[in-house]
């Protein structure tokens, strides 16, 4: 086997980030769904569908990238947001809504832990696993940028059409699989491969459940980053809804959204800068900066607003960044996508309790 390349890995992982998130349907299903005539309640259900969907096939997705490969999981992901968009573009009516939300939902989990897994066991293939710091703050810098981006098209979207959006998303995707076949797959997982299917998942489960059991630490992490995540998420969604009703020009949504968006590249600039800081006390600073953000969405003054969703996206990133850091430097390498898809499905749980109540909310 040729040596890896890590700049290349690397290089790679962040292209496809990119792809992954510049998809304006993406950052304006909101919007999308809204222009329809869909009620905030239906799109708040929607929202409730795509985190059920995520809290059952969350951890078995991640014990698949475990078992059958990182590349691989990744490349189920854009799959499975080709179909989302076929669906959503062709199929006409609210339960085709839900059923593309469904194969959205599959491609978050197909890439969730993955990604993180394959960058940190390949720097640890070279003995650079201290650079991962590093490469997490630039890769959420690059999601930022890259969902800002769409955001601020969101209204492109609209003029577009639904399904002219769609066929867009599903080409962007079928480009970002393309750029995923020249990863380098993980030699722990390689090194698996002579083992039974049966055997490998059997080792997965067990050593990933095992690890859980007797680290509550790591079960407290992964809660505090998942509700900070879910107001950030629920906040940011719902404005798109909620800044039009200021009064703003129709022109301005698109850079109000990006300007929110950009928070989260300062959380991840700043992230590097608090090392020493302990977990608990930096979730209380986020926790505090993302309520912040939900109680600035009730003034009904745009600017107001808008720095909520700003200060909530820096607290969100900032707390996910310095969380993920902890978590791989924390579980086994054999089971890290697995582990790290469990903070993911946390987050789903969570999610299908605010998301209702959000729309609810929201909708007054």
């Not at 969730?112 to 201290?130: I, P």
């Not at 955001?151 to 867009?168: H, P, S, Y």
């Not at 950030?232 to 009703?245: E, H, R, T």
Request: with cysteine.
């Amino acid at each position: 086997m040729s040596k890896l390349n890590i700049k290349r890995q690397l290089g790679l992982l962040y292209i496809s980030n990119f792809m992954f998130n510049i998809s304006i349907v993406g950052a304006a299903w909101v919007l999308l769904l809204v222009s329809d005539g869909y009620s905030l309640v239906q799109i708040g259900f929607a929202e409730t569908v795509f985190h059920i969907v995520s809290l059952i096939a969350e951890i078995p997705s991640g014990m698949v990238a475990d078992v059958f490969g990182r590349k691989k999981s990744l490349i189920l992901s854009c799959v499975m947001s080709m179909l989302s968009a076929a669906v959503r573009g062709f199929l006409p009516g609210f339960p085709c809504v839900l059923i593309s939300i469904g194969f959205a939902a599959l491609s978050y989990n197909f890439i969730s832990g993955s990604d993180s897994a394959l960058a940190y066991d390949s720097l640890l293939e070279e003995g650079q696993e201290k650079r991962y710091d590093r490469y997490i703050s630039t890769q959420t810098a690059v999601y930022r940028i890259s969902n800002g981006i769409a955001t601020l098209f969101a209204g492109v979207a609209v003029i577009m059409g639904n399904r002219n959006a769609q066929i867009l998303s599903l080409g962007i995707s079928a480009v970002n699989m393309v750029f995923l076949l020249f990863l380098r797959e993980n030699k722990v997982i390689l090194k698996k491969s002579g083992d039974s299917l049966s055997q490998r998942f059997k080792d997965v489960y067990k050593g990933a459940f095992s690890f859980l059991k007797g680290n509550k630490k790591v079960a407290g992490l992964i809660f505090r980053n998942a509700l900070v995540g879910g107001i950030d998420v629920l906040l940011l969604f719902f404005l798109q809804a909620k800044l039009p009703m200021t009064g703003i020009p129709d022109w301005s949504l698109g850079p109000l959204l990006f300007i929110m968006s950009m928070g989260g590249i300062f959380g991840a600039l700043a992230a590097r800068k608090v090392k020493k800081t302990t977990l608990g006390k930096l979730f209380a600073f986020c926790i505090s900066l993302a309520l912040i953000g939900l109680v600035s969405e009730f003034t009904g003054i745009w600017y107001l607003m808008t720095l909520g969703g700003f200060l909530t996206a820096f607290a969100d990133d900032l707390i996910q960044i310095r969380s993920d850091i902890a978590l791989n430097q924390m579980v086994p390498a054999e089971q890290r996508a697995t582990l790290i898809s469990v903070n993911s499905f946390c987050f789903s749980v969570l999610m299908i309790v605010m998301s209702p109540l959000a729309g609810y909310v929201f909708s007054l």
